[in-house]
């Protein structure tokens, strides 16, 4: 029996999955288990799945995208080939801060965002997954 490779979007998809339940995984930690972490790890994860998710939708559409962690760009680039993408993306514009900052430095955020971006970030991933298998 063959080997069946996985296509990139598919890594992609994965790989955003995996940065949801992490960042689920640790807020629930960080809010009821007095996890010792920082916050900053919590939306650094948002901000990877977000990134992945987007970059997902641009590598199913067959669209180059470039090496960046600029959730603003890459929906710019969306919206520049009129992939249809939920109407609430560009919330998510204020994530790519946690990309590289957000790893050596102290950003200080509001725990109300987090339940913001776990929503939009569901919302995003089912509309994902309902787009590639169409």
Known sequence: MAKKFLKQYEILLIKAKEDLVASKYLLDGFNHHNLELKLEIV???FQQCAEKLIKTILDFNTIKFPHSHDIEDL????????????SNIDELVSLSEYA??????????????????IKI?????????????R
């Open 121 to 133: 970030l569901d919302e995003l991933l089912e509309f994902v997954e309902k787009d590639i298998k």
């Open 75 to 86: 929906i710019k680039l969306v919206r520049l080939n009129n992939i249809i993408i939920i």
């Open 43 to 45: 939306f650094f994860h």
């Open 100 to 117: 590289v900052e957000g790893r050596y430095a102290i950003i200080h955020d509001d725990l109300d965002d987090a339940d913001k971006y």
